[in-house]
């Protein structure tokens, strides 16, 4: 039993040269022989460590327990994410990577959906090497090295080679509103319906996009709404949609400017994030307080709220920053 601990701890301490063979099950034959087989990896080492499984599952109870706790104002998205990644996930032999394209301004919530999203299919969440996040102005800086960027050695064979040691590989590309026109294409066949190519297959991989691009048009129609009288749980995808779509796509300024992603329909779901109202900045101030382990003060969450800037300057509707500023507000009545 020490020997078999001992080949175990050496199997741990090495992680890398672990996953170097993956998936391939691994077999310690030591003491002659008499260990051989006694670890069998993957099954064995991804108790103590974080593995990707092409058969990995995800609960759909789990996953809208965290949307619904942590996510505001934001029906549609709830729907839409909740649905789209369970049935992807379940899906044994699916036709395409699964692409979702967040649109919204700052603070509604769309890199949190993507941090849940990771935190649903891996344990490390946003930290697990099977996560990849791309934010446009740090890695694709310079529009004069555009076609460095899109070439084998950058972020092709970023893509390429990650989602060949994981086929589940979720790949986030943020801040999609200032991304170099073209640059993304660059991954266009990894998104098509291709059972594989140059040998390694795609189908099983997430593409997650972040953008404000059509944030104009959300707001609009969340506010013609709000002015009608109506409930914004009453806006319907449709509404939207394929507003965001062409917005999108005809956006100068955007990295979908005349992208072939939008243009050959390889985008599975434009997602709208609604501008938010005050009570849904009292949630979130709420929600936080809890995380840090203070009881919810609700003198201080609406003290903070009110602290907020709101549009139309006249109605004073929605949050110009979303929740994104208020947990540095808090900090100011929990100052040690």
Not at 151 to 178: H, P, T, Y
Not at 215 to 231: C, H, M, N, P, Y
Not at 317 to 325: A, L, Q
């Amino acid at each position: 039993m020490k020997l078999g601990r001992a080949a175990l701890g050496l199997l741990l301490l090495a992680p890398l040269a672990v996953r170097a063979v993956e998936p391939i099950s691994l077999g310690l034959a030591l003491a002659g022989g008499v260990l051989t087989g006694y670890i069998s990896y993957p099954r064995l080492y991804c108790l103590f460590a974080e593995c990707c499984s092409p058969k990995r599952s995800l609960s759909r109870e789990a996953l809208q327990k965290d949307l619904d706790s942590k996510l505001f104002g934001q029906h549609l998205a709830k729907k839409v994410i909740l649905n789209a990644l369970s049935g992807f996930i379940s899906n044994p032999k699916p036709k395409k990577p699964l692409t979702l394209s967040l649109h919204g301004w700052t603070g509604t919530g769309k890199n949190f959906v993507s941090k849940i999203i990771a935190e649903n299919i891996y344990e490390g969440g946003l930290n697990s090497d099977y996560v990849h996040l791309f934010v446009a102005t740090l890695h694709f800086p310079h529009i004069s090295n555009i076609t460095l960027y899109k070439a084998r050695d950058q972020l092709q064979s970023w893509i390429r080679g990650n989602v060949s040691a994981c086929a589940r590989s979720i790949f986030i590309f943020d801040e999609m509103d200032k991304m170099h026109a073209g640059l993304i294409d660059a991954i266009k066949p990894y998104l098509d319906y291709y059972d594989n190519l140059d040998g390694v297959s795609y189908q099983k991989a997430i593409f997650i996009f972040l953008s404000n691009a059509g944030a104009e048009r959300i707001t609009d129609v969340a506010l013609d709404f709000w002015r009608s009288g109506k409930q914004r749980e009453e806006i319907k995808l449709k509404d939207m949609e394929h507003a965001l779509s062409v917005s999108a796509f005809n956006n100068k300024n955007s990295g979908f400017w005349h992208s072939s992603l939008i243009d050959r329909n390889l985008i599975d779901y434009f997602v709208p994030f609604l501008p938010l109202e005050y009570k849904h900045l009292k949630m979130c101030i709420r929600v936080e307080m809890q995380s840090r382990g203070y009881e919810v003060d609700e003198d201080i969450v609406s003290r903070v709220a009110e602290e907020m800037t709101f549009f139309p300057k006249e109605e004073r509707v929605f949050s110009d920053k979303g929740c994104k500023t208020v947990f540095t507000k808090l900090d100011y009545y929990y100052d040690d």
